[in-house]
């Protein structure tokens, strides 16, 4: 098989308002359109002062006060908002291409990019990994993305 969806479930996502700094959770603070990672955290930026924290499952407690300790504005659990998809493997990126207006080379989009898009009429985060793609769309989506997937997928898939 060259492409391979995997979806993460229970992730905790934690939305950060941050007035000033250059790190959180010991891991420096990504720029524009770009996430970085680090200490078993992904931190995504969302705008100028926004950002998106990515953990493992039953997190959220636990980052919401070191978060707040460390200066936060405002930090809001929005785990249940969205759900995660893993998608690698040799054509992952030809398969969001059906649907994404985002260029998706390696020499435009490198490991590390991460937007904020519409993918097949469905607002979704984009994060470029070494590995292949992680795909963030809302709840209310998820069957709808999953069959889109599916369907695009379907000439890569042996």
């Known amino acids: 098989m060259t492409v391979d969806a995997v979806e993460e479930p229970f992730r905790t996502q934690l ?21 970085t990672s680090g200490n078993g955290v992904d931190i995504l ?20 006060t070191v978060l707040r300790n ?16 893993r998608l690698t493997g040799e054509h992952a990126r030809d398969v969001l291409a059906h649907g994404c207006a985002i260029d998706l080379d390696p020499a435009v989009s490198p490991p590390g990019t991460c937007v904020q898009t519409l993918l097949a009429r469905t607002g979704i985060v984009l994060m470029v990994r070494d590995e292949g793609c992680t795909i963030l769309v ?10 889109w997937l599916a369907d695009a997928s379907l000439e890569y898939v042996s």
């Open 15 to 35: 939305t950060v308002r941050l007035r000033n700094g250059h790190a959180l959770l010991g891991v420096d603070l990504p720029g524009p359109c770009r996430f």
């Open 45 to 64: 930026w969302m705008g100028p002062d926004e950002y998106l924290v990515l953990a493992e499952p039953g997190r959220q407690a636990e980052l919401e």
């Open 70 to 85: 460390e200066g936060a504005a405002a930090v809001t659990d929005v785990s249940a908002q969205r759900v995660t998809v």
């Open 138 to 147: 809302r709840q209310s989506f998820a069957n709808y993305f999953a069959a």
